[in-house]
Structure formats: C-alpha cells, structure tokens
T-cell receptor
C-alpha cells in the first residue's frame, strides 16, 4: 500500500556515468515533483509535472531530465554525473492542480557520486 | 518571492518537556503553511497545514501550530515531547495558484532522557 515509491533507495556511481531514478505514486494525484536535499538538509524543488506536462523547471543543469510516461510515474535521468550531484533526491505528489496543497513524499534516493 | 526562515538549526529538549520550533515566512499574500517531519533515513511526513480559518491548527502526533499574520510566523508546538519525536523539522510555504513549496533549512530536534 505504498503511496509514493522510489527506486533505487541507494545509488553509488562514478563521475561521468548516466543514471536514472524512478518514482511511482498510487494515490491518483495529478502533480508530481522532484526535490534535491543536499548534505546540509536543504530541500529545493527541481521539477514539477502535472499530468505529464512540465510545470516547474527550476535552474537545474540540463544534464537532469525528468520524464513522465504517465501521470503515476515521474523518472529522473541524470547525464554525466558530477561530484556535486551527490545528494538525496525525493519524489513527491500532490492532489491539487493550480494550488499548493499537501505534498506526499517518497522515501528518497541517496545518490553518491565517486 | 516566497521564503521561509527557521532560526534554530538545532534544539535539544528533555523528554516530557514542552517544545516550540520557530518559523517565519515572507510572502505578499495569504500563504499556505506546512510543517513536515523527517526521521533519519526517511522521507518527509506532513505534520499539519494551514490554509485559512482558525489560526491554531492541530496536527498528528500531538503537534499544533499557530499562524500569526502580524508576526509572519507559524511556530510549531508540542506540550510534552517523546523520544520518538527526535527528527528534522521543516517549515514550508506555498501560495494559491503556485505549485511550488519553499522549504526552510530545517531544525534538528534532539531529545535527552
């Protein structure tokens, strides 16, 4: 009965590699998000999708590309990984469109770039 | 642009003592306000939210928060903390018609016996 799930939970990789993180929500929500949490616990939004359409695209390097195959899934692909990409990445979903409502968070993916 | 300040990086309280975590926001109109909790190695869980109406809101796990427009604050309180309350607490602000939540930098809560 997991609401927002992410895979993998941990990801360790070398600089320069390409990796993906997957997110799925079974709550029937229309809006999904990706957040990055750095080592100081600062949480910053990266992207937001509403029903497969990109709504928010913060100043994120274009090495990061979100993909939403359907409204229940929002994946994050990262090209040419750098040391500074090491962080915890959270997926979230929200039932409200055009408002800011409660967001439901996944457990996070800890990415370590060596 | 909206912003959130949590002035306390780390707070230590004794088990059974009362707790207040501070949150100040900056936003031109009426904000939507949230408190989330993050236990070690976990995602964020919503404790409570304020959209409108009664300025004192009740949440889960015995937490409450009070919206004070004059002070631009939304402080989180709990009358008696339990060891399981040790976690990181985040205040967040949003706005009607804006999909984006802006989070504060968090307050780490340590509970001592």
């Amino acid at each position: 009965d997991t609401a927002v799930s992410q895979t993998p939970k941990y990801l360790v990789t070398q600089m320069g590699n390409d990796k993906s993180i997957k997110c799925e929500q079974n709550l029937g929500h229309d809006t999904m998000y990706w957040y990055k949490q750095d080592s100081k616990k600062f949480l910053k939004i990266m992207f937001s999708y509403n029903n497969k359409e990109l709504i928010i695209n913060e100043t994120v390097p274009n090495r990061f590309s979100p993909k939403s195959p359907d409204k229940a899934h929002l994946n994050l692909h990262i090209n040419s990984l750098e040391l500074g990409d090491s962080a915890v990445y959270f997926c979230a979903s929200s039932p409200l469109v055009g408002k800011t409502g409660e967001q439901f968070f996944g457990p996070g993916t800890r990415l370590t770039v060596l | 642009a909206q912003s959130v300040t949590q002035p306390d990086i780390h707070i230590t309280v004794s088990e059974g003592a009362s707790l207040e975590l501070r949150c100040n926001y900056s936003y031109g109109a009426t904000p939507y306000l949230f408190w989330y909790v993050q236990s070690p190695g976990q995602g964020l869980q919503l404790l409570l939210k304020y959209f409108s109406g009664d300025t004192l809101v009740q949440g889960i796990k015995g937490f409450e928060a009070e919206f004070k427009r004059s002070q631009s604050s939304f402080n989180l309180r709990k009358p008696s903390v339990h060891w399981s309350d040790a976690a990181e607490y985040f205040c967040a602000v949003g706005a009607y018609g804006n999909e984006k939540l802006t989070f504060g930098t968090g307050t780490r809560l340590t509970i001592i016996p």
